[in-house]
C-alpha cells in the first residue's frame, strides 16, 4: 500500500511538473509575442491564468503535505495529550464538515458556468473551474482521515508529525 501510496504522490508530483512547466513555456511564449514580434497573443494571459488555478489546487490537493503550512501550534503544543487530542479532532472535524458542506452549492456554481466560455480559449468556465470541486472532495477525504488517525492513535506529539502515507 505505501508503494502505491508512493507511486501515485510521485504522478501527482509529475502532473504538478507539467502544469507549471506549461505554465512558464507559455509565459516565455507572451514575452516573445509581446516583444520581439511586436503583435502579442491575447490567449496566452488567459492560458497562465488557468495554468496557475490548476497548479494551485491541484497542487494542495495531492502535493502539499500536511506538515507544509503555516500552523499557529503554540497553544496546542502547550497543553497536555488529553486536550491536544481533543483540539485535533475538532479542527480535522470542522474542516472536513465545513468543506463537505460547501460542496454541493459549489458544485451547483460550477456546473452553472457551463454556459460561460473563457474570452479566447473558448474553454467552458466549468471545466476551469473544476478542478476547484476535486480540490474540496480530497481536502475533505484527507481530514477525514486526519481525524480517523487522531482518534485512533492520539493528537500528533510533535509539532508538524507526518501522518500515515505522509513521506519526509
Same mark, same amino acid.
Given at each position: 500500500m505505501l508503494r502505491l501510496a508512493r507511486w501515485a504522490q510521485t504522478g501527482a508530483e509529475a502532473v504538478g511538473a507539467a502544469l507549471l512547466g506549461a505554465m512558464f513555456f507559455t509565459f516565455l511564449l507572451q514575452i516573445f509575442s509581446r516583444y520581439v514580434m511586436a503583435q502579442p497573443f491575447g490567449w496566452t494571459l488567459e492560458l497562465c491564468l488557468v495554468l496557475w488555478v490548476w497548479l494551485v489546487f491541484f497542487g494542495n490537493a495531492f502535493i502539499v503535505r500536511h506538515r507544509d503550512h503555516v500552523t499557529f501550534d503554540i497553544f496546542y503544543l502547550s497543553v497536555p495529550r488529553g486536550p491536544r487530542k481533543f483540539m485535533a479532532l475538532v479542527s480535522a472535524a470542522a474542516v472536513a464538515i465545513g468543506l463537505a458542506l460547501s460542496f454541493l452549492p459549489t458544485w451547483d456554481w460550477i456546473d452553472f458556468l457551463k454556459i460561460k466560455k473563457s474570452a479566447t480559449l473558448k474553454v467552458p468556465m466549468r471545466?476551469?473551474?473544476?478542478?476547484?470541486? %476535486?480540490? %474540496?472532495?480530497?481536502?475533505? %477525504? @484527507?481530514?477525514?482521515w486526519t481525524f480517523f488517525?487522531? %482518534? @485512533?492513535?492520539?493528537?500528533?506529539?510533535?509539532?508538524?508529525?507526518?501522518?500515515?502515507?505522509?513521506e519526509g
Open positions: 471545466t476551469i473551474y473544476s478542478i476547484y470541486a %476535486l480540490f %474540496l472532495a480530497v481536502v475533505v %477525504l @484527507r481530514y477525514m488517525h487522531v %482518534l @485512533r492513535h492520539g493528537a500528533p506529539d510533535e509539532p508538524h508529525e507526518i501522518h500515515v502515507g505522509e
